[in-house]
C-alpha cells in the first residue's frame, strides 16, 4: 500500500531539513501545514503562517521545493498557498505559486543583460519585466503622491491617448517612483493584455546597448525597443554621461512618440538638473507632464505601515508605528525594510513586536537623523557669519557680499538637502535652476584655489554639526 499524501510531505520536510541550515528549517518550513493534495490535478495546498513567509518561500526555496516535491511524488506538481491573514479571526487567502513545479523539464538559463530578442512578435512572448506586486492597490495615496498617483492612474487606463506623454516622475530615492511606473506597467497590462509593455533600468538599457553595438545588432536592438506600446524606464539619471546611449535613445523616443506610444520615465532630478542630456532630449522629455514624487510625511508612513500590516497579516502596537513612521526619514523602502526586519526577528526569536524590538532593528536598518538641515537653517548660518540679512541675499542686488552669501547658501544647500536645484532657486530669492548650478561651480573652481575661503566655509558647515 502506497504512502498518504500527508506522509509524502513528512517525506519532504525531512529531505528539505537535510538541505538547509536548523535555523532555516525551523523559521521557514516547521510551521508550515499540510493541507491536502489533489492526485487528479497534481496541486498541493499547504498553509503558511504570514504573507511574509509565503513571499520569503517564493523568493528564495522555490528550487529547493520543485526537487522535494518531484522527487517525494514522483511528479510535476503545482504548489498552492494558503496565507494566514487573520490569526485572531481565523482569515485566510490562497495564492499560487509563481508557477508549476517541473523539474523534469530544464529550465531556459536567462541572462540578465542579455539584448531583446528581437524576434518576440506576440506580446504572450516578451516578458514585461514588471514587479506584480507594485500594484495601485499596494501604492497608498497621501498628498506627497496625489497628483503622480492619479495621472498614473489615467496613463495605465489610456496608454499613449492622454496628454501626459511622455509622463516624467521625479523625486528622492525611497520615495515610490519603482513602485509607480511598475503599477502603471502592470495595470495597463491588466486592462490591455495585446500591448507590448516593457519595464527596463538605465543601467540595463545601456547594458543591453553596449552588448548589441559589441556584437553589431544595434539595429536590431534599436528595432525592438521602437516596438514596444509601453516603454518605462527607471532611474535614467544615469545617462548622464552616456553620449551614445542617449544618442540611440533619442532615435527610439522619436519614433515612439510620433507613433502615439506611451512613454514612462523616472529620475532622481527634474529634466533641467540632468547635466550631459542634450537639449534635443530635455525637450522631448518635458512635453508631456513632469511630476514630483516628495518623501511621504508622517501620516501618509503611518497609512503605509497599516496597510502593510493588514496585507500580510501582522500586529504591530500604534506606538511602534508611530515611532517607526516619525524614524524613517519619509522613505518608503525604509519603512518595508523596517517591518520586514521585525517579522524577521519575531519569528525567528518567537518574540512579541514592541518598543524595545522596533528601537533595536531601526538603530541597524535606518540611519536617523534627528536634526535634517533646511534651506531655511542654513541661510540663518551663512547670513549671520556674513553679517547680512535674508532680505539682502533675496533681493535683486548685485552687491558683491550679497552675491557671495547667495551662492555659498545655495552650494551648501545642495550639498546638504537633497532638494533640486529648482526648488534651491525657488526658496532663495526665487531663483531659476541655472543661477543655482553657476553659483555652485562657482564656489566649487574657488575652494579649489582660494585656502582662506576653503577655511570659512568649513567654518560654517561646522557650526550646522553644533547645531544638530
Request: aromatic content about 8%.
Amino acid at each position: 500500500m502506497g504512502k498518504t499524501p500527508k506522509a509524502l510531505w513528512d517525506d519532504c520536510l525531512h529531505l528539505i531539513r537535510e538541505n538547509v541550515t536548523e535555523q532555516q528549517y525551523k523559521t521557514w518550513f516547521a510551521p508550515i501545514v499540510f493541507e491536502k493534495y489533489d492526485a487528479e490535478s497534481q496541486t498541493l495546498l499547504i498553509q503558511v503562517p504570514s504573507r511574509y513567509v509565503y513571499e520569503y518561500l517564493e523568493q528564495y526555496y522555490v528550487t529547493l521545493l520543485s526537487k522535494v516535491l518531484c522527487r517525494c511524488f514522483g511528479t510535476s506538481v503545482q504548489l498552492n498557498y494558503r496565507i494566514v491573514v487573520d490569526k485572531a479571526h481565523k482569515l485566510t487567502v490562497e495564492e499560487e505559486g509563481s508557477e508549476p513545479v517541473n523539474i523534469e523539464r530544464p529550465q531556459e538559463t536567462k541572462r540578465a543583460n542579455k539584448a531583446p530578442n528581437i524576434l518576440d512578435a506576440t506580446p504572450s512572448d516578451l516578458n514585461p519585466q514588471l514587479d506584480v506586486h507594485k500594484t495601485f492597490q499596494s501604492f497608498i495615496e497621501g498628498d506627497s503622491n496625489k497628483l503622480p498617483r492619479t495621472v498614473g492612474l489615467s496613463i495605465a487606463e489610456h496608454p499613449g491617448k492622454t496628454t501626459f506623454n511622455p509622463f516624467f516622475v521625479f523625486g528622492p530615492s525611497g520615495c515610490g517612483k519603482t513602485h509607480l511606473i511598475n503599477a502603471i506597467g502592470v495595470k495597463c497590462k491588466e486592462m490591455y493584455p495585446q500591448k507590448r509593455v516593457l519595464y527596463v533600468s538605465a543601467r540595463l538599457f545601456q547594458v543591453q546597448f553596449t552588448d548589441a553595438t559589441r556584437q553589431n545588432t544595434v539595429n536590431d536592438f534599436i528595432h525592438f525597443y521602437q516596438s514596444i506600446d509601453v516603454l518605462i524606464v527607471d532611474d535614467i539619471q544615469e545617462w548622464a554621461t552616456a553620449t551614445k546611449t542617449l544618442d540611440t535613445f533619442f532615435h527610439i523616443f522619436d519614433h515612439l512618440f510620433r507613433l502615439g506610444k506611451q512613454i514612462i520615465l523616472a529620475s532622481d532630478r527634474p529634466p533641467v538638473d540632468l547635466q550631459g542630456v542634450k537639449d534635443r532630449l530635455l525637450t522631448r522629455f518635458a512635453c508631456g507632464l513632469i511630476a514630483e514624487l516628495e518623501k511621504p510625511n508622517v501620516q501618509l508612513c503611518i497609512d503605509i505601515l497599516h496597510s502593510k500590516c493588514k496585507r500580510d497579516g501582522l500586529r504591530i502596537p500604534e506606538d511602534v508605528i508611530q515611532f517607526i513612521a516619525e524614524t524613517a526619514n519619509g522613505s518608503v523602502r525604509d519603512l518595508e525594510g523596517v517591518v520586514n526586519s521585525l517579522m524577521a526577528y519575531s519569528i525567528v526569536y518567537n518574540a512579541a513586536i514592541d518598543m524595545r524590538l522596533a528601537e533595536r532593528v531601526i538603530k541597524r536598518a535606518v540611519k536617523v537623523d534627528n536634526h535634517p538641515l533646511t534651506v531655511d537653517d542654513i541661510l540663518e548660518k551663512v547670513c549671520g557669519h556674513y553679517n547680512v540679512t535674508q532680505q539682502n541675499v533675496f533681493s535683486k542686488s548685485r552687491k558683491r557680499d550679497y552675491v557671495i552669501v547667495r551662492q555659498v547658501s545655495m552650494y551648501l544647500a545642495q550639498k546638504y538637502t537633497k532638494m533640486p536645484a529648482s526648488r534651491i532657486g525657488q526658496l532663495i530669492g526665487g531663483r531659476d535652476h541655472s543661477t543655482v548650478i553657476h553659483s555652485c561651480s562657482t564656489i566649487e573652481q574657488r575652494l579649489k584655489v582660494d585656502k582662506s575661503f576653503s577655511a570659512e566655509l568649513s567654518s560654517i558647515e561646522n557650526s550646522f554639526k553644533l547645531k544638530q
